[in-house]
């Protein structure tokens, strides 16, 4: 099939400057730029704005609840359906690349390969790992049962044990491995700041991701533990909202990226009582919730690569384009749209994605004016997705 995107302009998810289109596709790639092309079928931009197909490089199919213990509870065709309809909701809001870093498996990724359920192209860590009593291991602290599943996390101790559980990933066909260095919000048993995993056990897994030419995400918010993750070969900090000055530095030196996941926090400071968030989750969100924004600011500042994510579970997920509204409000729309496209591409290790440059993979958005002109119509609703070259109904 092919497809010409006339009386539009064009952000290539990089430059400053919007080009003149039209934008023509054939065979789900971008062939040209400008210029006329006959084309099967012709989609009218009136005056719109091509951009690159959105990236959440932060998202979870498998989180369809808040509840952490009652994912791992339920029965992974269950969780799986959910987790379905979550990626069809989200391609529809113009994200057409996720990585799932907490989650996904060889299953679903065939089943989208096979188009049986509409979804973005879909890069998955599978269960993100944890120790006893980490970020990913669900349990309170007087709740002695196990979740008896690893759909999202999996608790896993001691370097072999480690190295054995990365290996069995890259097996199922991970895009990468995700590791909790750090407490988090929605555990119930440890604290955000202490560093989580042995230096050792750290190490295991970058290297074996590494000799697989694949990195480790980790789960990290203190600069304690960012910098105890970066230093053992973490390529990728989740979250980072108590980044100070030195630890951006250090990850800046390290070629690490930070993915801040600003909308899981606003949310769940509006929206925590509606979905039945726990005292303690609560609590835990104040202590990162403004700090956030000034996490981006000093990485920013430092030279470290900013990406975009989300982090939404259960019924939150309806914010995920709310994310962008913050990342802009902080960044600006040019530097916001760049982690949501090209940035989170390299970060990805797909440069034909996140890009409207020729070569690449035609997935697009289409925006019915100027997002820098009129940032809201990033999170507003009236879009045209295109998926491969395809526009998606």
């Not at 730029?33 to 490089?57: E, H, M």
């Not at 291991?137 to 196990?146: S, W």
Request: with cysteine; glycine share 12%.
């Amino acid at each position: 099939m092919s497809l010409s995107i006339v009386n539009a302009a064009v952000f290539d998810g990089e430059s400053a400057d919007l080009v003149d289109g039209p934008v023509h596709l054939e065979d789900g790639r971008i062939v040209a730029i400008g210029g006329s092309f006959r084309a099967d079928r012709v989609v009218d931009a009136r005056g719109g704005t091509v951009l690159p197909g959105l990236i959440d490089a932060h998202f979870h199919a498998y989180g369809i609840s808040l509840d952490m213990l009652g994912i791992e509870g339920r029965p992974l065709s269950y969780v799986a359906l959910a987790g379905a309809r979550r990626l069809a909701r989200t391609l529809r809001r113009g994200f057409t690349t996720v990585r799932d870093v907490a989650g996904g498996d060889a299953g679903l990724a065939k089943a989208i390969d096979e188009h049986l359920v509409p979804s973005p192209r879909y890069l998955y860590t599978g269960a993100a790992l944890s120790q006893t009593g980490g970020h990913g291991d669900p349990r309170g602290v007087d709740l002695d049962v196990c979740g008896c599943h690893a759909h999202a996390t999996e608790v896993v101790d001691g370097v072999d044990a480690v190295r054995t559980a990365v290996r069995d990933r890259f097996r199922r066909g991970a895009h990468a491995i995700k590791m909790m260095t750090s407490g988090g919000v929605m555990s119930l048993s440890d604290p955000i700041r202490v560093p989580q995993y042995s230096a050792e056990e750290i190490r295991a897994a970058t290297e074996e991701a590494g000799r697989r030419g694949s990195y480790v995400a980790a789960h990290s918010y203190s600069p304690e533990a960012i910098r105890h993750s970066v230093a053992n070969g973490v390529r990728s900090i989740e979250h980072g909202n108590l980044m100070d000055e030195p630890t951006a530095a250090l990850m800046a030196s390290h070629n690490a990226f930070l993915v801040p996941t600003l909308a899981t926090y606003d949310a769940i400071s509006r929206r925590g009582k509606e979905v039945g968030l726990s005292p303690v989750s609560a609590q835990k969100n104040l202590e990162v919730l403004d700090a956030g924004a000034k996490a981006v600011r000093l990485a920013r500042e430092a030279g470290v690569r900013v990406g975009f994510g989300t982090d939404l579970m259960g019924e939150l997920e309806d914010e995920q384009l709310h994310g962008i509204r913050l990342q802009v409000e902080v960044d600006g729309p040019l530097d916001a749209l760049r982690s949501a496209t090209s940035v989170n591409a390299t970060l990805v290790g797909r440069p034909d994605l996140g890009r409207v440059q020729v070569g690449c993979v035609a997935d697009l958005v289409v925006l019915p004016g100027n997002p820098f002109d009129t940032p809201s119509l990033l999170w507003g609703e009236d879009r045209t997705v295109i998926q491969a070259g395809r526009p998606v109904s």
